[in-house]
T-cell receptor, first 115, second 113 residues
Framework: KAGVTQTPRYLIKTRGQQVTLSCSPISGHRSVSWYQQTPGQGLQFLFEYFSETQRNKGNFPGRFSGRQFSNSRSEMNVSTLELGDSALYLC??????????????FGPGTRLTVL | DQQVKQNSPSLSVQEGRISILNCDYTNSMFDYFLWYKKYPAEGPTFLISISSIKDKNEDGRFTVFLNKSAKHLSLHIVPSQPGDSAVYFCAASGFQGAQKLVFGQGTRLTINP
């Protein structure tokens, strides 16, 4: 099976702009979670989508949003970018509810740089 | 409040010896624990997991031990190989939906030839 894919891999934006990141989960996986990794805060949970519905949300401002499509692909959007949003954004997919399905498998990430 | 802690930022081990990485957690509602390996600018790679109903899980060179009373888990790598050099993260989930992982800060493991 192909792994989790994320596009684009690298992105440079300026403050105030908005950005959309995309994630395609492993085939058959219905849950997609997003994480932010920064040197200061480590890996932090953003939100999780399952069957096109947001099920869990982390402690991030409303500028961070996401959605999931019927084919389980997911996008996350960050509006009004700030310098502190520079990070590696990771997507993970899983099959909760199935035996062994709680393990999340991560994509390669999108490196966002805000200037 | 850091719910998952890896108190050793780095660890250096000689090739062929055992590597032991430690992780402590504070929330007793966590019921599923995972270890990931990560290289810079890449996504974490799943290594091994353990459910709270077990105290040990083994997969090849990797063994995870869980001590629920101490809220402590450890990852043993035997024998250690140069390719094991990476940052290792422990993660926990369970109390706010199984798909919300709480990560430790990571331990950088260096295997010396």
């Amino acid at each position: 099976k192909a792994g989790v894919t994320q596009t684009p891999r690298y992105l440079i934006k300026t403050r105030g702009q908005q950005v959309t990141l995309s994630c395609s989960p492993i085939s058959g996986h219905r849950s997609v979670s997003w994480y932010q990794q920064t040197p200061g805060q480590g890996l932090q949970f953003l939100f999780e989508y399952f069957s096109e519905t947001q099920r869990n949300k982390g402690n991030f401002p409303g500028r961070f949003s996401g959605r999931q499509f019927s084919n389980s692909r997911s996008e996350m959007n960050v509006s009004t970018l700030e310098l502190g949003d520079s990070a590696l954004y990771l997507c993970a997919s899983s099959t909760p509810g199935l035996a062994g399905g709680d393990t999340q498998y991560f994509g390669p990430g999108t490196r966002l740089t805000v200037l | 409040d850091q719910q998952v802690k890896q108190n050793s930022p780095s660890l250096s081990v000689q090739e062929g010896r055992i590597s032991i990485l430690n992780c402590d957690y504070t929330n007793s509602m966590f019921d599923y624990f995972l270890w990931y390996k990560k290289y810079p600018a890449e996504g974490p790679t799943f290594l091994i997991s353990i459910s709270s109903i077990k105290d040990k899980n083994e997969d090849g060179r990797f063994t995870v031990f869980l001590n629920k009373s101490a809220k402590h888990l450890s990852l043993h790598i035997v024998p250690s190989q140069p390719g094991d050099s990476a940052v290792y993260f422990c993660a926990a989930s369970g109390f706010q939906g199984a798909q919300k992982l709480v990560f430790g800060q990571g331990t950088r493991l260096t295997i010396n030839p």
